[in-house]
């Protein structure tokens, strides 16, 4: 009996990468690069990815047996849905295996510019104790505003309830039960901006979503506002960030996020005492790798022995399948 080839073409944990190689029914590699090579692609049957792997109508033509793709992650913009179900190329995610370390990173940046953690931690390491420069804001008795109250958004937003904060949230496709169940007051993407203190967005890239954050939003938001950036860079124009800031409009950001990755050196976020950067860590931790990996493998193996499939994409999800990116 033919073998199910699959191609594994990033970084995976070994358990995960165990569960492959000793099925008998699969044929299993490793490539060496995120982007295999033609004679590799010419005979695959499944792929196992991550975002370094960019799935392109040019990527599939060159795997003319693929009949499944499964992404390790649970961002979806490195894969181009359109192309893929033009080819009846099954894709699916791990939408669960990074909820609770993005949420603890959005929490981590919260606290870091809320507090002025690191400006603190380079005046200590300067021999500077002036504390009277870090003076902060306590979190209590404010308002969090959480922009897609999703897996992730409804772990922050129990976070900050548990800080003794309001918490307000958009998400159109989330029906009330949701946000009563979330303990959190339904509002326009407009009103959250106007009246939290804190705002953390968690929604995918999609066409919707592309810029989502506009400059009146920003113009007429609480001017005392914490903006936090985990999902993907394109919610928001970083210039229009980088005028907000410099006009005042908000008080702080975090971006664990950018338009372009790595961030440019030459990016206007770089050197403000305001704002807080980290280089797209909200999946790495090590609980987070062994678990996507390990769900991709059982999605993949399932998929090759009984044509199961599991959070396919773009699959009935509204918020997916009215908005994916189109890359004409």
Avoid at 112 to 120: H, L, P, Q, W, Y
Wanted: hydrophobic share 40%; with cysteine; charged share 25%.
């Amino acid at each position: 009996m033919k073998r199910f080839n699959v191609i594994v073409t990033d970084r995976f944990d070994s358990e995960a990468l165990a569960v492959l190689k000793t099925d008998p029914k699969l044929q299993v590699i490793q490539s060496e690069t995120p982007t295999p090579t033609a004679e590799q692609l010419a005979n695959v049957d499944g792929l196992v990815i991550r975002s370094r792997t960019k799935i392109t109508p040019e990527f599939l033509s060159r795997a003319p047996h693929l009949k499944v793709i499964v992404t390790s992650t649970s961002g979806f913009d490195h894969v181009d849905l359109k192309a893929c179900e033009e080819r009846k190329v099954v894709v699916m995610y791990t939408p669960d295996a990074n909820a609770a370390s993005a949420a603890e990173l959005t929490w981590g940046l919260v606290l870091a510019v809320s507090r002025k953690i690191a400006d603190g931690h380079r005046a200590v390491k300067a021999g500077d104790w002036k504390r009277e420069t870090l003076i902060g804001r306590q979190l209590s008795g404010r308002t969090y505003g959480v922009v897609g109250l999703g897996r992730i958004g409804s772990r922050v937003a129990k976070v900050a309830r548990a800080f003794g904060m309001r918490v307000v949230g958009f998400d159109p496709y989330k029906d009330e039960s949701h946000f009563e169940a979330a303990e959190c007051e339904r509002m326009s993407l407009d009103e959250v901006f106007k009246i939290a203190d804190v705002v953390s967005c968690h929604v995918p890239s999609t066409n919707e979503t592309f810029h989502m954050i506009r400059r009146l939003t920003l113009n007429e938001a609480n001017r005392d506002l914490i903006l936090i950036n985990t999902s993907r860079g394109a919610v928001i124009e970083e210039h229009i960030l980088c005028e907000a800031l410099d006009n005042r409009w908000i008080a702080g950001a975090a971006v664990d996020v950018f338009e372009k990755e790595p961030v440019p050196r030459e990016s206007k976020l770089i050197g403000r005492s305001n704002v807080v950067l980290t280089p797209h860590i909200g999946a790495t931790t090590s609980e987070a790798f062994r678990a996507s990996s390990m769900e991709a493998a059982l999605k993949v193996r399932s998929f090759a022995e009984r044509g199961e499939i599991k959070d396919q994409l773009p699959g009935d999800q509204a918020w997916i399948k009215g908005g994916f990116i189109h890359r004409d």
